[in-house]
């Protein structure tokens, strides 16, 4: 089973400072110290339901490995669903979503359509986003037996934490950006929209 305790809203900046005291947030969400409690349901809803922001930071959620050493833990990319547009129907399918995703980092799953009749103007792909890459605006693929061809497919990203408008990395904002104070020329993602809501399949 899964070990999860209960973090309270008053403890978050406690716990994202180092300072939160266990034992203390477990009495004030009414369970006795040192319990556990076992909510698989729950766990699997924080791990899939993100990002979680905090401060227009993401919050990274990882299965906890009793064997790793500390400086084996990877906390360098953020999971977030990606929606492409303008995928072909018969291309709409886990295969080629997992294609397109671990172009854009490591594709974790796609939203496969239960039907035809429920494909939509795209494809919805989680994917491992590395901290150490810009956000792509799009996706630019071949096209099969015409080699001077491609297809370009939009892109965006559900709740992905704040990113730079300058240079398109996630993780800092325009006014600290290095590249922006060394002199790189921006990329202009200010004028590009790449967040979005949550898509909502009881909505549809």
Known sequence: MLRQRALLTADREAAINGNWDDSESEKKAGFKQGQETKFE?????????????YKKHALIVKDFDSTAQPSEIKLDAVPVWVKIYDVPFHKQDETWGMRYG????????????????????????????????????????????????????????????????????????????????????????DAIELRCSSYKKFEH
């Open 41 to 53: 349901g729950d766990y699997d809803f924080v791990k899939r339901g993100g990002p979680w922001i």
């Open 102 to 189: 671990n172009g854009l980092g490591e594709a974790l799953e796609v939203d496969v359509p239960e039907s035809e009749i429920k494909k939509k103007e795209f494809l919805r792909v989680r994917v491992n986003l590395p901290y150490d890459r810009r956000l792509q605006t799009q996706l630019t693929t071949g096209v099969k037996g015409k080699p001077q061809e491609t297809k370009v497919f939009k892109l965006m990203y559900e709740r992905v934490p704040y990113y730079c408008s300058h240079c398109g990395f996630m993780g800092h904002k325009k006014d600290d950006c290095e590249k922006q104070r060394l002199g790189i020329p921006s990329l202009e993602y």
